[in-house]
């Protein structure tokens, strides 16, 4: 049984940083990764990394954005900088797209 336990949400002002953290019990995955979803917009890739390190980045949050993972914690981490009121949204931690995370709210708000 995997388990999957995301921290690190919250509310901060446009500028500011968030580190979202993502454990996950059991078995390792291939490829780990962060959607989000916004209220009235469909569940979006936000980033995604290899066990090799390689990595993917949405457009709107590359350069802001970076993804890492520590495999003897098998926990993957997305450092968020320069946040913007648009990446408010629900963030969800995938592994390989067969688990989910029960989600962390992210608000970025004067």
């Known amino acids: 049984q995997v388990q999957v336990v995301e921290s690190g949400g919250g509310l901060v002002q446009p500028g500011g940083s968030l580190r979202l953290s993502c454990a996950a019990s059991?078995?390792?995955?291939?490829?780990m990764g962060w959607y989000r979803q916004a209220p009235g917009k469909q569940r979006e890739m936000v980033a995604s990394?290899?066990?090799?390190?390689?990595?993917n980045y949405a457009d709107s949050v590359r350069g802001r954005f970076t993804i890492s993972r520590d495999n003897a914690k098998n926990t993957v981490y997305l450092q968020m900088n320069n946040l913007k009121p648009e990446d408010t949204a629900v963030y969800y931690c995938?592994?390989?797209?067969?688990?989910w995370g029960q989600g962390t709210q992210v608000t970025v708000s004067s």
């Open positions: 990394i290899t066990l090799y390190n390689n990595t």
């Open positions: 059991g078995s390792r995955f291939y490829v």
């Open positions: 995938t592994l390989g797209h067969e688990f």
